[in-house]
């Protein structure tokens, strides 16, 4: 991390207190005869401006030169094995692999990526997420050849996520710090991982189970309790709520817009737009639990409301979907408005792009079409006609690369929270059930080009 207020002495304080507590790098030294040396490199998102909130004046160095200056310093304190363990995602794990030299090995997180040789490893044992079978993205690890020397191979790792795996590698390196043989060594953790249903491996501390033991009285109690009922089952995985439009987004939105016109005096919104990042559990069908609503709604977001323009909405939607695809955290899932739109053409604007989306930008690209679902009417691209907009605290203050939200009127700053909204709507269908599907709320020209919305 580089803090822009460095020349700053009144720069922020919290800015000074974050870049005393973070380094490039560390060393541990190994307790062999030799005393051998390792070093770690740290690595993060450059996203992580957009889909967190950091302090003011601190931004975030990209992941290929904050390692080659790392690995710099590393090498002039005469280290020889450099390992690179960040936050960024599969993909540029892979592209640090090639394209950083003197790397070893790459351990990496973000995009809960699971990795599994079966030739190596065997069978995948189990459920492994959330009850449902895992498909391997790559294998464990990915060896990845080094673009300036082809006969340099790099393994890339990454342990899936929800404490699911361990991640174990026995690493074999000669003494002058080149990797001779890498063998995974991972643990499924079975019954310690969310609805796993492999083998337990490693036995539970008899201390920390005691202090379980104590409080999951009080805490069942509150989380299994039954708040209602859903007829269906509505995927939350990452790879469909980034994606696509989705059965649970369209029915977290449903329940917001119904929460503020029934169970407030605000009356109508007009849309919702709410990050996919928001949302991170499935709904199960049957019983619906206070639990089930804290898992896929964990953030405490709260209800904001915006005033915005056709524009406005525009180049929200531009951002949206301006690296659909890749699974990002700003894809909107909507209500009360269709987005059409073509992935093959290039966004105008964007997350991580020289432009964002705000209102200096005069025209969108891959945004085709919106319309209003209460009408059927175009929502014009201009500045003709204002709208209300449902979204969370987070957005409305312009994250996840929203930056036109910072420009939008505000009618609503600090509304009820999700989960509260949420939980009223499940019980709200009785005996019956909560239900919601696919409604061409989101559509993508490309892959359905005989939508109604295309033609």
Known sequence: MADRCSANEFGPMEARELGKRVAPYTTTTLPNPQGTKIGIVGYLTPDTMFISSPPECVSITKETEAVRTAIASLKAEGVKIIIALGHSGYAMDQQLAAEVQDLDLVIGGHSHTFLWDTALQGPVPGMTDGGKATTAMGSYPTVVRSTSDPSVSVPVFQAFWGSRFMGAIDLTFDSEGKLLSFIPRQVILGDNGNNSQATTQFADDPIANGIIDMLSPA??????????????????????????????GNMICDSLLWYMQNRTNFGRVDFCGINAGSIRGS???????????????????????????????????ENSVSRWGTQSAEFLQIGRFH??????IPPQCGVGMPLQCSGNVTTVSRVMRLYDNSTGDLIP??????????????????NDGFVIFEEAGV?????????????????????????????????????TPGSRFCI
Do not use: H, W
């Open 381 to 398: 691209n201009d500045n003709s006609k204002n709208f209300s907009l449902l979204t969370n605290d987070f957005l409305a203050e312009g």
């Open 283 to 317: 709904l199960n069908m049957g019983n619906v639990t206070v639990g089930d609503v804290l898992t896929i709604l964990p953030f405490n977001n709260v209800i904001a409301v915006l005033r915005m323009t056709g524009r406005q909405l525009y180049l929200m939607a």
């Open 219 to 248: 805490l069942d109690a509150f989380r299994l309790e039954v708040i209602g009922k859903s007829a269906v089952f509505a995927d939350g995985s990452t790879a469909e709520i980034r994606n696509n439009e989705t059965a649970l």
């Open 411 to 447: 009618l609503l700053a600090t509304g009820p929270a999700f989960e509260d909204a949420f939980r009223e709507y499940i019980a709200s269908f009785g005996e019956a059930g909560v239900s919601a599907q696919r409604e061409e709320r989101i559509v993508n020209c490309n892959q």
């Open 339 to 344: 987005l059409i739109f073509d992935d093959t």
